[in-house]
Nanobody, 125 residues
Framework: QLPLVESGGGLVQPGGSLRLSCVASGFTLEHYSIKWFRRAPGKEREGVGCIYSADNSTVYADFVKGRFTISRDGAKNTVYLQLNSLKPEDAGVYLC??????????????????WGQGTLVTVSS
């Protein structure tokens, strides 16, 4: 069983919204920075944004441009990725990942050691 499980993906029309969830199994998510990645067909995996463990501040990739929001619910051991104003180019598999405890949203993908299986987002009319 993977330590992180994503859900909430689906088919949405351009301009629509989805809320993705990342639930941890076996550890307390609020102690970790959590980063969302996405992998579009034919493209390399790219970072979407990250939420810091210390203060829940967030950072996002430039292409997000205010459309996506990462939040955390400690009571539910869940991190969310709210996707708004979706475009066809936002389609892909979205994954959440956590680095080692104490590591704060590292830039390198190989520093993330806990991964989920991903959830598929399709944006089409």
């Amino acid at each position: 069983q993977l330590p992180l499980v994503e859900s909430g993906g689906g088919l949405v029309q351009p301009g629509g919204s989805l809320r993705l969830s990342c639930v941890a199994s076996g550890f307390t998510l609020e102690h970790y920075s959590i980063k969302w990645f996405r992998r579009a067909p034919g493209k390399e995996r790219e970072g979407v944004g990250c939420i810091y463990s210390a203060d829940n501040s967030t950072v996002y990739a430039d292409f997000v441009k205010g459309r996506f929001t990462i939040s955390r619910d400690g009571a539910k051991n869940t991190v969310y990725l709210q996707l708004n104003s979706l475009k066809p180019e936002d389609a892909g598999v979205y994954l959440c990942a956590a680095p080692a405890l104490g590591s704060n949203c590292p830039l390198g993908t190989n520093e993330y050691i806990y991964w989920g299986q991903g959830t598929l987002v399709t944006v089409s009319s």
